[in-house]
């Protein structure tokens, strides 16, 4: 009886001490689609036990439903979306900052100088053509911002709404910056662009599936976004504008007042790992890794060589992103 006592007494003191282990998760609020997003969560939840409950929204969405939640914050960690929707998290009060035990590993122009948010990787903006329509009209893919104000894509081109999409942020910063931080001459490109725009989606990659199957003629996306419908094997062409797009990171924060902030603290960490940065090659998320040494796809290596990458200043971007969001609102698709 008494061996049969000690051995309970055992197995509860086993319970006790794992249970919170067993119990522990992170919240994650995500702008990557979850194709992207989930073998990457389900890695971790693989490794070390810990669930990660995820919900994915847009930028927009994301940063208005964090800041909505800042005195009781639902979410542990921001993983996954672009830069600019860090510097507005940052402006929002909404992160705080945390540097990684490999911070010294990652270069400087990936991460926030005071902390709040670093880069996971590396993405860039595109155009993506549906290689039929184009031959149908004796057209080559675009390879210019000018391009698209052509009569011929009249009512062919979609992209994303700047309202709910932090992809329609990099179109504005994208065409701000190709026009040499001229604002004025940007907002003037965008309202002629308007002319030809068929629809503006809701989400970034919204527009990808209509121009894989032929429903429109252009596509100004995300890399992976293409790369994934070209994977699928439909007939699309990717190409950049020679006046380049902005550089886009995608990153990771540490949401101010998370309540399993010690689990968050460690899934960051393990976002820096190479285990976990090989996984952006391995899973076919086709972006480039932050952490030097990491794998990298071939044909995302290949495609960043036509890219003309344009320095972005996150730090004004958090200061002058709702500005810009409005003007486009405002002036540009208010016909």
Known sequence: MASTLRLFASLLLVLIFAGPGLAQTVNVYTAWPESLSQPIFKAYTAKTGVQINFIRLSTGELVARATAEKNNPRADVIWGAPGDGFAAAKEAGIIEPYKTANIDKIPAELRDKDGYYTAVSRNTLIFMSNAKLLKEKGLKAPTSWNDLLDPVFKGQIQTADARTSGTALTRILSIYYAFGKDEEKAIDYQKKLHKNVQVYTKSGGGCTVPASLGQTMVCIAHMPDAMEAKKKGYDVVVSFP??????????????????????????????????????????????????????????????????????????????????????????VIRD
Do not use: C, H
């Open 242 to 331: 020679k006046e380049g797009v902005a550089a886009v990171i995608e990153g990771v924060a540490l949401v101010k007042g998370a309540k399993n902030r010690e689990a968050a603290v460690k899934f960051i960490e393990w976002t820096f790992s190479k285990e976990m940065q090989d996984l952006l090659d391995r899973n076919n998320v086709y972006m480039l890794p932050t952490l030097p040494g990491a794998s990298i796809d071939a044909d995302v290596q290949a495609l960043m060589k036509e890219a003309k990458l344009l320095p972005v200043d996150l730090e004004w971007v958090g200061k002058n992103r709702k500005r810009l969001v409005d003007r486009w609102i405002n002036e």
